[in-house]
């Protein structure tokens, strides 16, 4: 069974800090990686995605992610955080078979 | 939110009564999912359908039934045998073989 895991429940950055939040995934096959975010009662945003290709991967609103295949894991970067940033953010694994699993989902707090 | 819309926005039930929740998208997308989203639980998958007439199980079916009689359109049914029918519930459209998701407004269901 596929699965996906964020250790952390919640990070804490300065405003104009570099930020990153942790994926690990475990699936059968290629694995399809995606990071979406999230504000208050509403539904999830793409932020970006990896199918295949170059290893670092360009997003929305200056997000990056870099999937590491031997390490199993799809980190979602920025250089420079906002304030505006501060949501909860999910990292998601599809199979070939369009079945998606999601992780429990990192609250990213930026500061002034 | 795009081209997906899901009503109510929303939904107080009575314990024992089955409720519909519908989701229906202009995107021209094949895959259509259902998930759950409950507090520090991420989203977890209920069902999810890649064509007409056809949808397979996800990580926490039983409880719930859907059809997909349409394209465009793929309603989820809360049932009485579903146990704690509180949460949030999350319907996304993707484009095949693998694509991004793309999510609608939500539905918050509340069992009284």
């Known amino acids: 069974a596929q699965s996906v895991a964020q250790p952390e429940d919640q990070v804490n950055v300065a405003e104009g800090n570099p930020l990153t939040v942790k994926c690990t995934y475990s699936?059968?096959?290629?694995?399809?990686l995606f990071w979406y975010v999230q504000y208050p009662n509403r539904g999830l945003q793409f932020l970006l995605k990896?199918?295949?290709?170059?290893?670092l991967v360009k997003g929305s609103y200056g997000f990056e992610a870099e999937f590491n295949k031997s390490q199993t894991s799809f980190h979602l970067k920025k250089p420079s955080a906002l304030v505006s940033d501060s949501a909860l953010y999910f990292c998601?694994?599809?199979?070939?078979?369009?079945?998606?699993?999601f992780g429990d989902g990192t609250t990213l707090t930026v500061k002034p | 939110d795009g081209g997906i819309t899901q009503s109510p926005k929303y939904l107080f039930r009575k314990e024992g009564q089955n409720v519909t929740l519908s989701c229906e998208q202009n995107?021209?997308?094949?895959?259509m999912y259902w998930y759950r989203q409950d507090p520090g639980q991420g989203l977890r998958l209920i069902y999810y359908?890649?064509?007409?007439?056809?949808?397979q199980k996800g990580d926490i079916a039983e409880g719930y039934s859907v059809s997909r009689e349409k394209k465009e359109s793929f309603p989820l049914t809360v049932t009485s045998a579903q146990k704690n029918p509180t949460a949030f519930y999350l319907c996304?459209?993707?484009?095949?073989?693998?694509?991004?998701?793309?999510f609608g407004p939500g539905t918050r269901l509340t069992v009284l």
């Open positions: 998601a694994v599809r199979d070939n078979a369009g079945k998606s699993t």
């Open positions: 699936v059968s096959g290629n694995p399809y």
């Open positions: 990896y199918i295949t290709g170059d290893n």
């Open positions: 995107l021209n997308h094949d895959a």
């Open positions: 359908s890649q064509i007409v007439n056809d949808f």
């Open positions: 996304a459209t993707a484009g095949l073989p693998v694509d991004t998701q793309y």
